[in-house]
């Protein structure tokens, strides 16, 4: 695990600012990351959560990520095609970011945001494809990977 993934908006290990969850705005959160190493030719970015009630919860999978990009801006719409990549379907059952959420008086949920550096150009997933199923597929391809985990709670 040698991807360097930073957010100018919470620390590893820190709690995710309200704006970014259910009790804000709902904002994707902005994330950055290194360069992948020789071969990489696109790049996944999947969030989940371990620590809901059923089990770990997808909350969000954009892929087919050129090369040459190295961060997403906070905000991104939540349209299933986006500038060239793709977004599956999370467990709250839509496209795109789906915010930090738990249960109120569940306790403190860690939220991972994990990137992975591919060896293919892209995935080719049907449009209505899952987060567990792009998972699947990347990590059929995975060259590297990096994570920045962030805490929530209500």
Same mark, same amino acid.
């Given at each position: 695990?040698?991807?360097?993934?930073?957010?100018? @908006?919470?620390?590893? %290990?820190?709690?995710? !600012?309200?704006? /970014?969850?259910?009790? %804000?705005? +709902?904002?994707?959160? !902005? =994330?950055?990351? +290194?360069?992948? #190493?020789? %071969?990489?030719?696109?790049? @996944? &970015?999947?969030? $989940?959560?371990?620590? *809901?009630?059923?089990?770990?919860?997808?909350?969000? *999978?954009? /892929?087919?990520?050129? @090369?040459?990009?190295?961060?997403?801006?906070?905000?991104?719409?939540? $349209? #299933?095609?986006?500038?060239?990549? *793709?977004?599956?379907?999370? $467990?709250?059952?839509?496209?795109?970011?789906? !915010?930090?959420? #738990? #249960?109120?008086?569940? %306790?403190?949920?860690? /939220? /991972?945001?994990?990137?992975? *550096? =591919? $060896?293919?150009?892209?995935?080719? =997933?049907?449009?209505? +494809? +899952?987060? !567990?199923?792009?998972? @699947?597929? &990347?990590?059929?391809?995975? =060259?590297?990977?990096?994570?920045?985990?962030?805490?929530? &709670?209500?």
């Amino acid at each position: 695990m040698t991807l360097n993934v930073t957010s100018h @908006a919470f620390k590893d %290990g820190e709690e995710i !600012p309200k704006v /970014y969850s259910c009790d %804000g705005e +709902s904002r994707s959160v !902005p =994330l950055s990351w +290194s360069q992948g #190493p020789s %071969g990489t030719q696109s790049y @996944a &970015v999947i969030c $989940d959560d371990p620590d *809901a009630p059923g089990g770990t919860f997808s909350h969000w *999978a954009i /892929y087919n990520i050129p @090369a040459d990009r190295h961060q997403l801006n906070e905000s991104l719409p939540t $349209d #299933p095609l986006l500038e060239g990549m *793709a977004q599956a379907k999370n $467990d709250f059952g839509k496209f795109g970011y789906g !915010p930090p959420c #738990p #249960p109120e008086g569940h %306790g403190t949920h860690r /939220y /991972y945001f994990r990137v992975y *550096a =591919l $060896d293919a150009p892209k995935l080719e =997933l049907a449009q209505e +494809s +899952s987060v !567990p199923q792009v998972e @699947a597929a &990347v990590k059929q391809h995975v =060259l590297d990977m990096g994570q920045i985990m962030g805490t929530y &709670v209500r």
